[in-house]
C-alpha cells in the first residue's frame, strides 16, 4: 500500500527553527510537495523537490533523500503566521498526489 | 486573478437531500479534483478528471458523482446526503506538466443533518 507518516503535532518557539519530517512508502516516486495548510482555508504552494538534496526559498527549505523515502520542511525565524498545518504530498508512478494527514505547527511566543 | 472558485462556500443539507458543489477554475488547466478534508485524515480524493468530457474514481467516491462538461468547470453531485459526508470540499486544478503544483479552491464546508 502506499503510505505518507507525518508527525500530527509539533510546538516551537517564535524565532527559533523547526524541522517536520515526512516518510513516504510509495507506488513509484515522481516528485514532492509541501503544501501550507492555515485554520479555515486552502492548502497553499510552498516547495516541490524531484531530485535529492535542500531547496531553499527565503526562510523555508525543503530537503529530499528519495533512497531513504525521506524529506523535511525546514522553518527558520518563526513567525505567528506560520503557525499551520503542514502537508507533504508524493506524486506516484500514476502521477497521482498521495497526501499525508499533515503537521499541526503550534507556534508560542 | 480567480483561479479555483467553489461555490456554495457553506451549505447544511438534510439526510436524503441532494446537493451540487461546483468548481470553476480560469486558468486553462486539464486536470481537476474533488477532494474532502475530515480532522486528522488529511486531504482524500473523491473523483477526478484528467480533461473535458473525462472522469474518473478516486479513494472515497461512494455517493458522490461527478460531471466534466466544460473545460473550466467540474461539479460534484451527493445525490442522498448522509451525515458521513459532514466535511470540507476542496477543488484543486493542474496544468498539463505532470508535476505542476495544485491550485485550490477556498473549501465548501456542507454539514448533514
Known amino acids: 500500500g502506499q503510505n505518507i507518516d507525518q508527525p500530527t503535532e509539533m510546538t516551537a518557539t517564535e524565532g527559533a527553527i523547526v524541522q517536520i519530517n515526512c516518510t513516504y512508502q510509495?507506488?513509484?516516486?515522481?516528485?514532492l510537495f509541501w503544501y501550507q495548510q492555515h485554520a479555515g482555508e486552502a492548502p497553499t504552494f510552498l516547495s516541490y523537490n524531484v531530485l535529492d538534496g535542500l531547496e531553499e526559498k527565503g526562510r523555508f527549505s525543503s530537503f529530499l533523500s528519495r533512497s531513504k523515502g525521506y524529506s523535511y520542511l525546514l522553518l527558520k525565524e518563526l513567525q505567528m503566521k506560520d503557525s499551520a498545518s503542514y502537508l507533504c504530498?508524493?506524486?506516484?508512478?500514476?502521477?497521482?498526489?498521495?497526501w499525508g494527514a499533515g503537521t499541526k505547527l503550534i507556534i508560542k511566543p | 486573478n480567480a483561479g479555483v472558485t467553489q461555490t456554495p462556500k457553506f451549505r447544511v443539507l438534510k439526510t436524503g437531500q441532494s446537493m451540487t458543489l461546483l468548481c470553476a477554475q480560469d486558468m486553462n488547466h486539464e486536470y481537476m479534483y474533488w477532494y474532502r478534508q475530515d480532522p486528522g485524515m488529511g486531504l482524500r480524493l473523491i473523483h477526478y478528471s484528467v480533461g473535458e468530457g473525462t472522469t474518473a474514481k478516486g479513494e472515497v467516491p461512494d455517493g458522490y458523482n461527478v460531471s466534466r462538461l466544460k473545460k473550466q468547470n467540474f461539479l460534484l453531485g451527493l445525490e442522498s446526503a448522509a451525515p458521513s459526508q459532514t466535511s470540507v470540499y476542496f477543488c484543486?486544478?493542474?496544468?498539463?506538466?505532470?508535476?505542476?503544483?495544485?491550485?485550490f479552491g477556498e473549501g465548501s464546508r456542507l454539514t448533514v443533518l
Open positions: 484543486a486544478s493542474r496544468g498539463t506538466d505532470s508535476t505542476g503544483e495544485l491550485f
Open positions: 504530498a508524493v506524486i506516484d508512478w500514476d502521477y497521482q498526489l498521495i
Open positions: 510509495t507506488s513509484g516516486f515522481n516528485g
